[in-house]
């Protein structure tokens, strides 16, 4: 008799234990959750190039004239979180996490290339445009003097 109770016991604690595992699960896992999993999405690029509106010589930059084109592996995770954040993983190994400020929008350049475009702000209150094309994309920071800086990321 003694094991029979116990057995019972132990079915009504495990058929618990499973049916609070599921809740658990069913919210990680569920509709709503995945929605966000399905939204978010990440570009490697390999190569990198900057311009700038002012000198930095401590980075070899001449104000008005692009870099050349260096070997650097950056990964961004797009979409990031509840927030819609945008993690960056640099060359150096560093992870920047940038806020998003404004709404997407979309956008056709000179040279015919579409885009989408959004402000976003960094740690500091830096802001900052991201601009992601189909093959690259670009940031560009925006300072308080009225000087920028733009990063281009291609594949």
């Not at 809740?23 to 311009?51: C, H, K, N, W």
């Not at 404004?102 to 885009?115: A, H, L, P, Q």
């Not at 094309?133 to 990321?153: K, T």
Request: with cysteine; net charge negative; hydrophobic share 40%.
């Amino acid at each position: 008799m003694i094991l029979v109770g116990s057995l019972k016991q132990f079915k009504s604690v495990s058929m618990k234990y499973l049916f609070s595992v599921a809740l658990i699960i069913g919210a990680l896992f569920g509709p709503a959750a995945m929605a966000q999993d399905e939204d978010q999405f990440e570009r490697s690029y390999t190569q990198v190039r900057m311009f700038c509106s002012v000198d930095i010589p401590e980075m070899g930059l001449k104000a008005e004239e692009w870099s050349e084109m260096v070997e650097a592996s950056n990964r961004f995770v797009l979409n990031y979180g509840d927030e819609n954040d945008v993690v960056v993983y640099n060359a150096n190994g560093e992870r920047d996490v940038y806020q998003q400020a404004s709404e997407i929008t979309e956008g056709t350049n000179d040279d015919g290339d579409v885009y989408q475009e959004m402000d976003i702000t960094d740690g500091d209150g830096g802001e900052i445009t991201i601009m992601l094309f189909e093959d690259f994309l670009s940031m560009i920071h925006y300072y308080e003097d009225g000087s920028y800086l733009i990063i281009q990321y291609y594949e």
